[in-house]
Every structure is written in structure tokens, then in C-alpha cells.
């Protein structure tokens, strides 16, 4: 489904300000793994999910998804197979459009656009019936300006575009670390449930250690642009947030001194 061979991004190469970001990173998802990501700042998280996303090209090594190599293939090109909810809320969508129109925009990913948004009432049908998937009321306010939501709105409709039309592939890139702890739950378990039904091969950052044990089947941590620890599904049901530092400090010789990481 997702492979990643022997990928390195280097920034600023030959200057004083030079810096690794990724260094031979491997790692393959079959469909429907939901892999979690956890490593402190710099560790090359972000430029991994910008590698494979498409907005950065990898310096060496090779991006697979369905054994296709894209390597080199456009961001645009990619969105086909990738959708992709960030950290921001208020990126993703566009504030100045309706709920309705940004859903439009989802609806033609990967294809072709024109420069109507037109509706139908078919496909009015199918926006209202997915926002009432989501349990807060949207499918009632299609016509509001998605700039007019709460930070929790916004990113949960963000995730429902980014899902609307079924993705290989779906990158979180600290999707909730924005949001405030209750908004950050209900995003949670809406993430949890659209990957569940879909069965998403599934890709999240976070800084939240428990949160990182919690969810998913899978866990990677990353160090210094490199993967230095993968935890299976079996080893991943016992796992502690202890455990995990310790497992961080005994590969990596040094304490996560990251202010951002929340134990739980």
C-alpha cells in the first residue's frame, strides 16, 4: 500500500545551517494499518508526511504507494490517493466559502476542476448525509462560512474532507494538538471511527504519548530524521508511556526533553 525505501531529505546542503531531516527511513503500511508517530521536535516527523504527501521531493531513496513509484509526482497528482488533515485548523479548507463549497472542493479531488461549484441536489443529499456522520450539527449550517466555526468544527470537517472520497492514504499531522481537550477528544474518536469504517491506511503525528499507545495497531518513534523504533500491534496492547520513554532513552542514549510531549 505505502512503502518508504531508504528516504533522506537533507535542508540547506554546503551551508553553516545545513541539517539532516531524514536519513534512510523505511517503513511500509499494508492496508489498513493505522500507524502512529511519535518523536521529539526536529526528529524529521513533518518532513516524513511531507515526503509522502508530495510537497517535498526526497533527496534519495524511493515513495511506493500501490507499488507505484512517486517519487517524483506532484502534490496535486498525489491528492488522487493521499488526503491530509494538519495541525492548523485553519488550514485545509477555505474560510471565506461555505461548508457546502468546501465540500465541492473535496468531492473533486484528484480530478479535474472547473471554476463552478455548482450543487446538485443529489450530491447536497450526500454533503448533508456525511456532516450528520460527524454528530455536530453541520449537515443544519451547509450554508455558513467555514471561517464562522469553532477550531473543533473546523478540524472535524477538515477530516471529513479529507476522507470524503475514500483515500489509499490518510496523513495526521497533529490534527488535534490545536484544539482544546474536549475538542481534541471528539476529534479523536471521529478519527477513530471514519478510519474504523473505512479502513483507512492511516498515518498520524502526535506529541501525545498515551494517545499515540492508544490508537492504531502500530507505532513508529523517530529520532534525528531517523525511524529508530517500531512497536507491532501484540507489543503495542501491553505498552506503557514509561515503557516507551524508557525505550526512547535506551535507543537514543539521551531523555525526551521535548516541552511539547504530553505523557497523557
Not at 485545509?92 to 479531488?109: D, F, H, Q, S, W
Not at 455548482?118 to 449537515?139: H, Q
Request: no cysteine; glycine share 10%; charged share 25%.
Amino acid at each position: 500500500m505505502l512503502k518508504i525505501e531508504n528516504v533522506s531529505k537533507l535542508f540547506n546542503p554546503g551551508t553553516l545551517d545545513e541539517k539532516i531531516a531524514l536519513l534512510g527511513a523505511n517503513l511500509i503500511l499494508k492496508p489498513g494499518d493505522f500507524v502512529t508517530v511519535i518523536g521529539s521536535n526536529g526528529a524529521g516527523k513533518s518532513t516524513l508526511m511531507n515526503i509522502i504527501s508530495g510537497v517535498m521531493k526526497p533527496d534519495a531513496g524511493k515513495v511506493y504507494i500501490e507499488n507505484q513509484d512517486v517519487s517524483q509526482i506532484s502534490e496535486f497528482e498525489r491528492s488522487r490517493w493521499i488526503g491530509r488533515v494538519f495541525q492548523d485548523p485553519m488550514a485545509g479548507t477555505a474560510p471565506r466559502m461555505t461548508i457546502e463549497e468546501n465540500l465541492a472542493i473535496a468531492y473533486k479531488r484528484g480530478k479535474p476542476r472547473g471554476f463552478s461549484f455548482g450543487v446538485s441536489g443529489k450530491t447536497r443529499a450526500i454533503f448533508r448525509n456525511e456532516l450528520s456522520r460527524l454528530g455536530i450539527g453541520l449537515e443544519n449550517r451547509m450554508g455558513a462560512k467555514v471561517g464562522l466555526l469553532s477550531g473543533g468544527e473546523r478540524q472535524a470537517l477538515s477530516l471529513l474532507m479529507a476522507t470524503f472520497t475514500r483515500p489509499q492514504i490518510l496523513l495526521l499531522d497533529e490534527h488535534t494538538a490545536a484544539l482544546d481537550p474536549a475538542r481534541a477528544e471528539l476529534v479523536t474518536t471521529l478519527t477513530e471511527t471514519i478510519v474504523r469504517e473505512m479502513n483507512l491506511t492511516t498515518l498520524m503525528v502526535t506529541h501525545n504519548m498515551e494517545q499515540a499507545i492508544r490508537l492504531g495497531n502500530r507505532l513508529i518513534m523517530m529520532d534525528k530524521g531517523k525511524i529508530i523504533l517500531q512497536v507491532n500491534e501484540d507489543r503495542k496492547k501491553d505498552l506503557t508511556v514509561e515503557q516507551l520513554l524508557g525505550e526512547f532513552e535506551q535507543i537514543s542514549g539521551k531523555k525526551m526533553a521535548d516541552d511539547r510531549v504530553v505523557l497523557g
